[in-house]
């Protein structure tokens, strides 16, 4: 079955940097985009990051461009967000989410926290 | 930027059916996918491409879209489809293509 772990949150202090990861198994990771997605504390969901199955394309939303990064390992089946210059903003569960295609997300991970506080 | 609109709450008895709206300028022409979120869990994808429902997810989820207005409808409500759900497109249009509504909590009176 699908499953997807996040890892890496934590407390960080404004400006600093985190990196998460999202290990996938049960399914051809190389063969699909990936997303991460977050949910800041009683709020929203908000789309973050998207990569293409072959690392070829990456989109950004508005709020963390130029600050996050997003890439993959498909030989480790591995997705990873980059985070620098972190502000209190960016405090939120981070989600990693597959795509089967149509640009929506099947499968969730169960989240990572991070919370940006000094 | 790309902007969807969904009421904040909507409310039903058992048995009934809820509707929940998600507003979109020319929404129509684009795939809507709707999530359903329980408090303290990830989200699951309960309607993709408009009215397509992932294996697993009860037939009483549907969804339809046309004009500037996608509606999810959930038939027979059941104490436990209480949720947050949200709408969601892909605006390829745009530099940053991943938009959600900002979710309706749907309550079970």
């Known amino acids: 079955q699908v499953q997807l772990v996040e890892s890496g949150g934590g407390v960080v202090q404004p400006g600093g940097s985190l990196r998460l990861s999202c290990a996938a198994s049960?399914?051809?990771?190389?063969?699909?985009?990936m997303h991460w997605v977050r949910q800041a504390p009683g709020k929203g969901l908000e789309w973050v990051a998207f990569?293409?199955?072959?690392?070829?394309?990456?989109y950004y939303a508005d709020s963390v461009k130029g600050r996050f990064t997003i890439s993959r390992d498909n030989s480790k089946n591995t997705l990873y967000l980059q985070m620098n210059s972190l502000r209190a903003e960016d405090t939120a569960v981070y989600y990693c989410?597959?795509?089967?295609?149509?640009?929506?997300?099947?499968?969730w991970g169960q989240g990572t926290l991070v919370t940006v506080s000094s | 930027s790309y902007v969807l609109t969904q009421p904040p709450s909507v409310s039903v008895a058992p048995g009934q059916t809820a509707r929940i709206t998600c507003g979109g300028n020319?929404?129509?022409?684009?795939?809507v996918h709707w999530y359903q979120q329980k408090p303290g869990q990830a989200p699951v994808l309960v309607v993709y491409d408009d009215s397509d429902r992932p294996s697993g997810i009860p037939e009483r989820f549907s969804g339809s879209n046309s004009g500037n207005t996608a509606t999810l409808t959930i038939s027979r409500v059941e104490a436990g489809d209480e949720a947050d759900y949200y709408c969601q497109v892909w605006d390829s249009s745009s530099d940053h293509p991943g938009v959600f509504g900002g979710g309706t909590k749907l309550t079970v009176l």
């Open positions: 049960g399914f051809t990771f190389s063969s699909y985009g």
């Open positions: 989410a597959k795509d089967p295609g149509p640009k929506a997300f099947d499968y």
């Open positions: 020319n929404i129509g022409s684009k795939s």
């Open positions: 990569i293409r199955y072959d690392g070829s394309n990456k």
